[in-house]
């Protein structure tokens, strides 16, 4: 897909202790603010909970000084949506993991969706079941300030955390990078976010630069574009290794 295409789909479809939790959510039913105003939290769905009658998507809340909250449940607004974007993934790894990419000629590997939230998350912590869970009040939320990306489910804390290190920016490759011919998980990513986005709401092949010059590829998830990140979104600038 060329850049115009791309951008024009995607405006279209326009671990912390448990002391450190409980210091941090407090038992109480209102909510309290996890993160910080000018950092970068980010949601990782793993499955879904029946939650005040109706299914949300549950995971893990990673926040921008790199805690993780467990038992997290996203309730509110893009629940539904979340919910569907994740089976699209887990459907899609089931049917390309362990395959050979055509250009590296490396196997794929499982890749993750995440919910990138720019600012504090509105948590409140419940108890469903004898369980506890910390419900992101999704609603409270601007969704200017949301947006879904995916990338390999083993660098999701590592993309989170380079959203938060200053210097870093995002960058697309080029159709004929030599990026998608490293021999290595990077080249394999980079390429296979490409793949998805043939099959469901996603765009590939960006990548975020970080300062040391390690890249991490990515792609969106194009129903849900918040215009607060529309850096990672509407890339412009292109990546040229230098090697």
Known sequence: MGPAARYAAIAAAALAAVAVLALLLPAQRQAQYAGTPNGYQGFIPNGAVSYNGHQDPAGDLMLDNGTAIRDAIWDGQYANTIIQNHNQIVQLNSQFV?????????????????????????????????????????????????????????????????????????????GNSPVFQWTNTTGTVAYQTMVYEHYASLAGGDVLVQSNGTIIPYGVNTNIVGTSLNNYIFVQQTYNPSS
């Open 98 to 174: 362990g395959k050979t990419d055509p250009v590296n000629h490396q196997p794929y590997v499982p890749l993750q969706d995440l919910y990138v939230i720019k600012g504090q998350v509105p948590v409140q912590r419940v108890t469903i079941n004898g369980q506890t869970y910390y419900v992101i009040e999704a609603d409270k939320i601007n969704p200017a300030n949301i947006a879904g990306f995916y990338t390999y489910d083993k660098w999701v804390p590592n993309f989170v955390a380079a959203m938060n290190t200053p210097g870093t920016y995002a960058a697309v490759l080029p």
